[in-house]
């Protein structure tokens, strides 16, 4: 699933549930106010990382205490730099919920 050209987002983006989905891209996504949620999927090792990369690349993400929420399912963990950005935006108070 690509989502585009989608740039700001003003609540979550929810994908919950679906246990088919294995990947999002987000790449064009420069704003997200309040989470970011696809527990219960399928999301390939690249996805996992891919979403954490985007959403550090957005500076205050996570400041207000915003969620990330990619786990259960069979999602991957995230993996080298996925990990290095999940410690990032738990760093600036973020939620962060992976397998």
Same mark, same amino acid.
């Not at 090792?45 to 990382?49: L, R």
């Given at each position: 699933m690509t989502l585009s050209p989608l740039q700001s987002v003003g609540d979550y983006m929810d994908f919950q549930d679906c $246990? $088919?989905?294995t990947t999002i891209t987000i790449s064009g996504l420069t704003s997200l106010v309040a989470g970011? *949620? !696809?527990a219960g999927c399928a999301l390939s &090792? !690249?996805? %996992?990382?891919a979403i954490l990369a985007r959403l550090v690349s957005m500076p205050t993400y996570g400041n207000a205490g915003q969620d990330v929420d990619l786990s259960g399912g069979t999602s991957a963990a995230p993996s080298g730099q &996925? /990990? %290095?950005d999940k !410690?990032? /935006?738990? &760093? *600036?108070? !973020?939620f962060v919920t992976t397998n």
């Open positions: $246990s $088919s989905l970011f *949620r !696809a &090792g !690249a996805t %996992v990382n &996925g /990990l %290095v !410690a990032t /935006l738990i &760093g *600036r108070g !973020a």
